[in-house]
């Protein structure tokens, strides 16, 4: 059985998308029956070219990349999340639906790579994409059919706070 886990961004449009494309290449790479989706509270419609740059340089399929709301992962029919993450602080701020399942919930803060003068957000997005990808590394190869909402949630927090 797939297991889901969603990330959370205000706009999904930089972090969010960054940490979902993260999560499912390595998932892919590693042959890990999982996958990841990512939306926001108020999403800007349309993903931060820098950070459809940053992944592409780092060879990760950005074919299925979307910026969407958050509350189509609480409607009826939508996965359920195993995992919950909001990578910025508005975001966790945010008030959130209620989750089917009551999922394991995390904030993992970053800084907006976007914010950055125009001249530095290359190196800001790659930079935001490392740090993502090596946190989404370890989430993805957690044992998940394996433990419960209690033993899963100190492991979540442990990697952010790594």
Known sequence: ????????????????VLAEAMFNHWARQLGIDAQAHSAG???????HPQALAALRAAGVDVS??????????????????RVVITVC??????PCPI????????????PDPSAAPPEQQAQRFELTR??????????????FAQLDSAAL??????????
């Open 1 to 16: 059985m797939t297991t889901h886990i969603l990330v959370l961004c205000t706009h999904n449009s930089a972090r969010s």
């Open 41 to 47: 509270a108020a999403p800007s419609g349309r993903v």
């Open 64 to 81: 299925t990349l979307s910026s969407k709301h958050m509350d189509a992962f609480a409607q009826p029919g939508a996965p359920q999340m």
């Open 89 to 94: 602080d508005s975001a966790a701020a945010q």
């Open 99 to 110: 989750w089917p399942g009551a999922p394991v919930r995390a904030h993992w803060s970053y």
């Open 130 to 143: 490392q740090a993502l990808a090596y946190r989404m590394l370890q989430l993805v190869q957690l044992p």
């Open 153 to 162: 949630q100190p492991l979540v927090a442990r990697i952010g706070a790594n």
